[in-house]
């Protein structure tokens, strides 16, 4: 168990809706990292949060947006979705801003299985 | 950009030793680093090169040629339960978040 916290585990929706979904990260840890993964795909990097401030952004789509609030918690806003949205969708943690200060390392949450129908 | 190759899929027998390769070009680097992925599950971090040379970690060493742009994750006295997807990662140009390949699925069979 990695103490990153990811709910809901599994989601259906249809076209066209719109989801959160929600990452508690590990005690004490400041930063937010969300990835998707896709089927046959690697980990993709979308956004990153600091301390409730964006600090990276990656390969996220305009209708996809996230916040970090000031428990630290973060969600990420999935609208208007596709089909091709189906994935899985990780958060992972870290102290500080580059994770790991000797090693990098990223703690992961067990993801959110997002099947858009 | 920060971009990554590795093999998509590589088998081996059970005792046998495996090695996945990963070529990387950056702009800026901060270490290469590998996790470990079962069905879907949580990624988990098994190993880091700052620098060139060999890092080892029980059953898993790890090796950097930063001037080659190279490094590779060795599995050695393979199990069953090494059966995952390998990734290799590195940092994006600020130095903050982890840009991941692709994956590399092992299939170990007895």
């Known amino acids: 168990d990695s103490g990153v916290t990811q709910t809901p585990k599994h989601l259906i929706t249809a076209t066209g809706q719109r989801v959160t979904l929600r990452c508690s990260p590990r005690?004490?840890?400041?930063?937010v990292y969300w990835y998707q993964q896709s089927l046959d795909q690697g980990l993709q990097f979308l956004i990153q949060y600091y301390n409730g401030e964006e600090r990276a952004k990656g390969n996220i789509l305009e209708r996809f947006s996230a916040q970090q609030f000031p428990d630290l918690h973060s969600e990420l806003n999935l609208s208007s979705l596709e089909l091709g949205d189906s994935a899985l969708y990780f958060c992972?943690?870290?102290?500080?801003?580059?994770?790991?200060?000797?090693?990098?390392?990223?703690?992961f949450g067990e993801g959110s299985r997002l099947t858009v129908l | 950009g920060q971009s990554l190759e590795q093999p998509s899929e590589v088998t081996a027998v059970e005792g046998a030793i495996v090695q996945i390769n990963c070529t990387y070009q950056?702009?800026?680097?901060?270490?290469l680093s590998w996790y470990q992925q079962h069905d879907g599950g949580a990624p988990t971090f098994l190993s880091y090169n700052g620098l060139d040379g060999l890092e080892e970690t029980g059953r898993f060493s790890s090796f950097l040629s930063r001037s080659d742009s190279y490094g590779y994750l060795l599995l050695q006295e393979l199990q069953m339960k090494d059966s995952a997807s390998y990734f290799c990662a590195v940092k994006d140009q600020a130095g903050t978040a982890l840009i991941f390949g692709k994956g590399t699925t092992l299939s170990v069979s007895s």
């Open positions: 005690s004490g840890d400041l930063s």
């Open positions: 950056t702009s800026g680097f901060y270490g």
């Open positions: 992972a943690s870290s102290a500080l801003g580059g994770g790991d200060p000797n090693t990098g390392e990223l703690f």
